[in-house]
């Protein structure tokens, strides 16, 4: 019952003033209204005094209420107002207020017409009949300017109260709303950032860029220039290449842009010359950058597990408790694991003194796989030491067969021997031959061949720096020639009658040079019946078919190649190739060639022998003539002396005359009877 009173109290407090009073009654619907002006400065200075006093006012009586426990029913309603205006939001609370200002100022103004409407009102309620007492208190007592004006008023209140109550308000919001506040403004301010970098990128990237001149770089030349200028050159270099015809310089030609950047990238990164200007032929700019950090970044330390005598499982597990940090190296091999830290030496262990495992790079296991050995198969390793690529074969042959370790340096061997014996392979036969006669001394004797040839190191240059300065273009060209000579002979002592599946070989580098990879094989399948298969790797960039004004054979494109800024692994080479037969490209050619110079040299010889029979049968004549003139000459000498002998013709004797065709000079008659 007392929440209904209640209720029915705060219903009766939203009547105006007037009506709550009960002193007044709604007016006659034919009193004419009376238009309200505009208020001026100061009518909306007095309303914010009002308003000011009303709420002082209205919170005395709240005091007041709250002190007093019970009051008179006259002064009900005001309490119930005060309730009201407790529970009613702000804004309603708002809106009383001004209802409030608007009938005191109705009151003030309008008095009289109060009082005669009274007058009327107390006259006329028979006749008017059934009214409504909110009648005048729903009809709207503002213009539109007026409310526009309390709008803005209150929308400046809104404000001074709203920046308070937000200052007020992190320590009353929750944990969510503070992160969901942190993560808008990093948002922000990476957005700022990201529109200052778009500026500052856009500004480089319209910018033309100044190429150093001869006589700037005179200059330098006096001068050591440090690192940072030169990689900040370098990607200055890099961007005008990236956009040449907006951002080149006007009269400068790309391949003055590459070559101040092969001197700068020389200079940065050590190497010779003519090296980088290889790999920028053979690479772009920026893969050439690349390539040349990679080259100066170690390699992670990598072991093989010997499977004949442990399991990777196992040799991790020991390996882990002795403080080793490790990992299993790629899905493409199964016996490989990656090394991060170890707190012993890895190649001192005692699993790696009895040959559970060894130390081997992860690119040097990829030629192998490619050979894929089968046991029983008769196998050569032609360049063998120290003898990491011969064990692996072993062991995947499961010592079964014969595996053939060839190496031209005895010293070079012990090691292979050592490595051998540690790691419990048993079938394979070391020796010490030329390799480039192999092919005359073992002709088709094997199944498989890998030779892992020698050559200029450029894919190892993080194990080996001296080779940045040590490596020339010429020492290239001299490894190639020997390689051929290698690989021809490696295919002569391949059997490509294996009944084993056999007559395959694989030709791997730790280069990767093209005049040591793709020209080689492509010269061996110029000279013999071979070709080129796919080496079985999942993994790889494809071989060049192409090189400069070079032109490959396609099925080259088979063929694999590993960067050590692509696979984080030694630069390395891979060409798996199929004998086909024992024929040799050329040979009938060569044959009809020696038949055609055979052929010259029969006909030269019987010109040779026609002239020298005319010579000597000339000669034959030219004598012959001469006797006889010399036989005349002799007969008549004869007869004279004759006529001046005088010999009686008893005595004297015929005798027949003899001649000799060698003696030029007629042989003296005998005289007799003197």
Not at 208 to 230: C, G, M, Q
Request: net charge negative; charged share 35%; hydrophobic share 30%.
């Amino acid at each position: 019952m007392g929440r209904s009173l209640r209720s029915g109290r705060q219903l009766k407090s939203l009547s105006p003033p007037k009506q709550r009073g009960g002193a007044k009654k709604a007016a006659a619907t034919d009193v004419p209204k009376t238009t309200k002006p505009a208020p001026t400065k100061a009518g909306r200075a007095k309303k914010v005094a009002q308003k000011q006093t009303v709420s002082k006012e209205e919170e005395e009586k709240d005091s007041t209420a709250s002190e007093s426990g019970s009051e008179s029913e006259s002064g009900s309603d005001s309490e119930s107002s005060d309730e009201v205006e407790k529970v009613v939001p702000v804004p309603l609370k708002k809106a009383k207020v001004a209802a409030k200002e608007e009938s005191s100022e109705d009151d003030d103004s309008g008095s009289e017409e109060d009082s005669s409407e009274g007058e009327d009102d107390d006259g006329g309620d028979d006749d008017q009949g059934f009214t409504d007492e909110n009648a005048k208190w729903l009809k709207p007592k503002q213009s539109k300017m007026q409310l526009m004006e309390s709008d803005e008023d209150d929308d400046e209140e809104d404000d001074e109260f709203g920046s308070a109550s937000n200052e007020g308000s992190d320590d009353e919001m929750l944990e969510v709303e503070r992160q969901s506040r942190i993560i808008d403004e990093e948002m922000k301010l990476e957005q700022e950032e990201a529109e200052s970098e778009l500026r500052r990128t856009i500004a480089q990237q319209t910018s033309v860029y100044h190429l150093p001149t001869a006589e700037e770089l005179e200059e330098d030349e006096n001068r050591v220039v440090p690192p940072s200028e030169l990689r900040e050159r370098i990607d200055d270099i890099l961007e005008v290449l990236a956009d040449f015809k907006t951002r080149r310089e006007p009269g400068r030609s790309r391949s003055e842009y590459i070559e101040r950047l092969g001197q700068d990238m020389a200079e940065l990164f050590g190497y010779l010359q003519e090296l980088v200007d290889y790999f920028l032929s053979m690479f772009g700019p920026n893969e050439c950058l690349e390539f040349l950090e990679a080259s100066d970044k170690s390699r992670p330390l990598v072991v093989r597990v010997n499977t004949l005598k442990a399991r990777r499982k196992d040799l991790a597990a020991a390996l882990m408790k002795r403080g080793v940090r490790l990992d299993p190296l790629a899905n493409w091999s199964k016996v490989g694991l990656k090394i991060y830290e170890s707190t012993v030496p890895i190649g001192a262990t005692p699993e790696y003194l009895a040959g559970h495992y060894m130390l081997q790079s992860a690119a040097s296991m990829c030629p192998v796989m490619a050979l894929g050995p089968q046991p029983g198969d008769r196998v050569m390793d032609m360049s063998a030491a120290p003898g990491g690529k011969t064990s692996y074969i072993a062991q995947l042959m499961r010592n079964k067969g014969v595996v053939i370790a060839n190496d031209l340096k005895p010293e070079r061997q012990k090691a292979t021997v050592a490595n051998l014996h540690r790691l419990g392979v048993r079938n394979a036969v070391t020796c010490c031959y030329d390799g480039r006669n192999i092919g005359a001394q073992m002709r088709n004797s094997f199944d498989r061949i890998l030779l892992d040839a020698p050559c200029s190191g450029l894919g190892v240059i993080s194990r080996d720096p001296s080779v940045k300065v040590q490596r020339t273009i010429p020492d290239v060209k001299r490894c190639a020639h020997l390689q051929k000579e290698l690989l021809v002979a490696a295919i002569d002592a391949l059997n490509h009658k294996s009944k084993k599946g056999g007559g395959y070989m694989v030709y791997s580098t730790c280069s990767v040079a093209v005049a040591e990879n793709e020209e080689v094989v492509n010269y061996l399948l110029s000279k013999r019946d071979v070709k080129i298969v796919d080496a079985g790797l999942d993994f790889g960039k494809p071989g060049f078919t192409r090189f400069e004004h070079k032109r490959f054979h396609p099925s080259l494109a088979l063929t694999r190649r590993f960067y050590p800024h692509v696979h984080n692994m030694d630069g390395f080479y891979v060409a798996k190739i199929q004998k086909l037969s024992d024929k040799r490209h050329g040979e009938a050619e060569k044959k009809e060639e020696a038949v055609k110079e055979a052929a010259g040299d029969t006909t030269k010889a019987e010109t040779e022998t026609e002239v020298e029979e005319n010579m000597r049968s000339e000669k034959k004549k030219k004598r012959i003539k001469k006797f006889r003139r010399n036989e005349d000459r002799d007969e008549q000498q004869v007869v004279r002396k004759k006529s001046k002998m005088s010999i009686p013709n008893a005595q004297v004797k015929k005798s027949t005359k003899k001649t000799n065709a060698k003696v030029s000079k007629p042989r003296r008659m005998k005289i007799t009877g003197m």
